[in-house]
């Protein structure tokens, strides 16, 4: 269909082509992919438009500029450059002064939701464009005037936000992807609560979790190298007479050893096969 965009399919009013002179696209499309992304290629055959020339679209009427040369020569600034006027954002030249106006205040007011750019893989054409007061708007609560009615929104309630780094991310997914990566959860209670844990911001506020709830090793070797922590006070323990025996008195550590008998068997077995001066003790188990 020659009357409608190959790009946007919105009826053709005015066309924006370079030097291939391929005039089938319209001009918000191509100021669009100019302007935003940067994309200055011809979207039928890809090949690269420095300039572009914006008119009105009037079939085999339309007025066709071959010389591109010609008007790269003159290489105008912003504004009026002899018959024509040049918009300096998207190298592109208008024969109407009113398009021209109006495509200048389009690109100074517009925004695109680069979460939504990211994130959704549609076409150019088809993402909405804000100010800059709807796109606060869209990003927080998905209901600027540009996001349309409820069940055009259908259930977008705005980007969730890291409550950490109050930065928003396309959907759940990636702000769980974020929170697994960029910050921490405790995975005891991960492993208990499944499905409703906390976050949290870095491992210090996590260490102070670990030891508010649960039985953290308080040795500043352990606490350098970190997670060395345990759900229950006897699993603490048991790491305590295992890593830090060495530095503790010998009634303390008999003491710390004296919870269930057959723990305290596999204990001394295994020090008596390192060989390291286990005798004292040795006879102090002698009389379970
Ligand atoms: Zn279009
Ligand atoms: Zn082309
Ligand atoms: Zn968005
Ligand atoms: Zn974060
Ligand atoms: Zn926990
Ligand atoms: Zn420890």
């Given at each position: 269909m020659d009357d409608t965009c190959a790009v946007c399919a919105d009826t053709l009013e005015w066309v924006a082509y370079g030097p291939?002179?391929?005039?089938?696209?319209?001009s918000t499309c191509i100021i669009r992919l100019r302007f935003i992304c940067n994309d200055f290629y011809c979207?039928?055959?890809?090949s690269e438009s420095n300039t572009i020339f914006v008119t009105k679209a009037l079939g085999d009427y339309t007025k066709m500029i071959s010389d591109f040369k010609g008007l790269g020569e003159v290489n105008g600034s912003e504004g009026k450059v002899g018959e024509y006027w040049f918009h300096e954002g998207t190298k592109a030249y208008f024969d109407d002064f009113d398009h021209y106006n109006m495509i200048k205040a389009m690109c100074i007011a517009i925004f695109m939701c680069s979460l939504c750019l990211e994130g959704?893989?549609?076409?150019i054409s088809e993402q909405k464009l804000y100010n800059r007061a709807q796109l606060t708007q869209h990003v927080r609560t998905?209901?600027?005037?540009?996001?349309?009615?409820e069940s055009e929104r259908?259930?977008?309630?705005?980007h969730p936000m890291?409550?950490?780094?109050e930065n928003p991310f396309y959907g759940d997914n990636e702000l769980y992807l974020h929170m697994s990566t960029d910050h921490f959860t405790c995975h005891m209670c991960q492993r208990q609560h499944p499905g409703q844990y906390e976050y949290f911001n870095n491992y210090d506020n996590l260490e102070i979790h670990f030891r508010q709830e649960h039985f953290l090793c308080e040795d500043e070797a352990c606490l350098a190298r970190?997670?060395?922590?345990?759900?229950?006070e006897f699993e603490l323990k048991r790491h305590n007479a295992m890593?830090?025996?060495?530095?503790?008195?010998r009634s303390k550590r008999s003491a710390l050893l004296q919870i269930p008998v057959s723990f305290q068997f596999r204990q001394i077995n295994e020090h008596d096969r390192r060989g390291g001066g286990g005798h004292g003790r040795r006879s102090n188990s002698s009389g379970i």
């Open positions: 291939c002179l391929h005039k089938e696209v319209c979207c039928i055959c890809k959704r893989k549609i076409f998905g209901d600027s005037v540009i996001d349309g009615s259908g259930g977008f309630t705005g890291c409550e950490f780094c970190k997670f060395i922590v345990f759900v229950t890593e830090h025996g060495g530095r503790m008195s």
